[in-house]
């Protein structure tokens, strides 16, 4: 059993390596194909396979930054990295970002902030959650309308589409973004990435979890490019965290290396995924996901809230996230697999009858 | 293929709680946070490494900063070589929605 562990230089812990490969490849998969860093996912689980809670955290953002990169060299490719309106909602994030983290230190002295931050992270994902499927749920009524009516149902419509009216305010200077397809004022995604920036500061989570549905429902990205954008997002911030995270002497370079291992195929998959499977499928899966987390932040607090049964609930809350974890990944890694089976036999029949 | 699931369902669980269980026989998570790295117990570069944490953060960012993007970027190349053998197209995708 010795050969499994290996002791962390830094943390000085004994770590289970597989375990860090597993989580690598698990939210790899899921970063590379939701367009997110999914701390809510690695620190639980970095903890549990030993690390203090410090070193779980910057370990976390050093491999999210790697993994983030190879996320966005693959979405790049695929031309869904809209660099232009990422550099652009970059400077809004810091600022929010900065912003929100001063205002949980003021709210620090007030008291209770733990409290407050869970109840705002619970709203939150309850409305991203409700936007995700409420906008699932207009979809198909447009296209049953659209059948009732005779009509040939649109294959790019949408349902909700509060972009439309955002991209209405023409305050100069106007931007065209390419990838994104967009034409709107430059305030508009510097304003959205504020707001996402500000609210991550408050929560202290990188943000991927609310920019991506931002991006979609507010900039108006198609969800491709939104996932492309956010990891490109991601990338930057994580570089940042892993430097700040580092020189505070937090971050085990060995572990976020084996995780890295992991992470790469992972992130292949993930975004490799994205190429078979329809804008709509990655928001129905995502609005999951973000369910999974909620109820796991519910159970976390019901964990402090009862804590005659806290190590059960506890327990539970990351049981269900690495649940979660396992059953997206594998969900995807299957659909990556019937898309690329499916691509290659086509290739392959294509030469035969060329042949 | 709802045979399938259902293992792959079946399995996942219990991989699940059988990790926590393999973790947790490392012993107890380690509470108190190591300020200084103990590098008695290394030899090699994990003995230079631990030395260069305790001696100087800001070298030690540093080298992690760009230990990271290097790495990814190797991953990322090495990936793009076993994509296209496998031959899967990586450059065109179907806008599905706007």
Redesign the interface.
């Known amino acids: 059993m010795e050969f499994f562990y290996v002791l962390m230089p830094i943390a000085g812990v004994k770590i289970f390596w597989p375990g860090l490969i597993i989580l690598g490849i698990g939210v790899g998969i899921i970063g590379g194909f939701f367009g997110m860093g999914g701390a809510w996912m690695v620190t639980p689980g970095l903890n549990i396979l030993g690390f203090p809670m410090a070193f779980a955290i910057g370990t976390d953002i050093a491999h999210m930054a790697g993994k983030s990169l190879i996320s966005t060299m693959r979405h790049g490719k695929f031309g869904n990295v809209d660099y232009k309106l990422g550099f652009i909602m970059l400077g809004g994030t810091i600022v929010g970002f900065e912003i929100g983290a001063q205002m949980v230190m003021w709210l620090e002295r007030i008291g209770q902030v733990d409290k407050y931050v869970r109840y705002l992270y619970l709203v939150l994902l309850t409305l991203i959650a409700w936007m995700v499927f409420a906008d699932v749920a207009k979809k198909k009524r447009k296209d049953r309308e659209a059948v009732a009516a005779g009509k040939v149902v649109d294959k790019l419509s949408t349902g909700i589409e509060w972009h439309k009216t955002l991209h209405k305010i023409k305050i100069p200077p106007m931007v065209h973004f390419k990838e994104a397809q967009i034409y709107c004022s430059a305030w508009l995604p510097i304003f959205v990435s504020f707001l996402t920036g500000w609210m991550a500061g408050i929560l202290g989570i990188g943000g991927g979890l609310i920019r991506m549905p931002a991006l979609i429902y507010f900039v108006g990205c198609p969800t491709h490019v939104a996932v492309g954008t956010d990891l490109f997002e991601v990338m930057i911030s994580g570089l940042y965290g892993t430097a700040t995270y580092t020189y505070k002497g937090r971050t085990e370079l060995v572990a976020a290396m084996i995780m890295l291992c992991g992470a790469a195929v992972g992130a292949q998959v993930g975004t490799v995924a994205t190429k078979y499977i329809k804008g709509y499928g990655i928001r129905i899966a995502f609005g999951l996901a973000v369910i999974g987390c909620a109820i796991s932040i519910i159970l976390k607090m019901l964990a402090k809230a009862i804590p005659a049964y806290g190590g059960l609930l506890d327990g539970s809350a990351t049981v269900l996230i690495l649940g979660l974890v396992s059953a997206m990944s594998i969900y995807i890694f299957v659909r990556m697999l019937a898309g690329a089976k499916r691509e290659i036999a086509a290739k392959k029949a294509q030469v035969s009858m060329a042949g | 293929m709802r045979r399938l699931w259902a293992k792959?369902?079946g399995l996942?669980?219990m991989?699940?709680?059988l990790?926590?269980g393999?973790?947790?026989?490392?012993?107890p998570?380690?509470?108190?946070?190591?300020?200084v790295?103990?590098t008695r117990?290394?030899t090699g570069w994990?003995a230079w490494?631990?030395n260069l944490?305790n001696e100087s953060?800001?070298l030690?960012?540093l080298l992690?900063?760009v230990?990271?993007?290097v790495?990814?970027?190797m991953?990322?190349l090495?990936?793009?070589v076993v994509?296209n053998w496998?031959?899967?197209?990586?450059?065109?995708?179907e806008?599905?929605?706007?």
Do not use: C, Q
């Open positions: 792959i369902i996942t669980t991989a699940n709680l990790l926590i393999i973790a947790s026989a490392a012993g998570a380690a509470a108190p946070l190591v300020i790295a103990d117990n290394f994990e490494w631990t944490y953060h800001i030690f960012a992690t900063i230990i990271i993007p790495v990814g970027l991953f990322g090495i990936a793009d994509m496998i031959g899967l197209d990586l450059k065109h995708r806008l599905a929605e706007h």
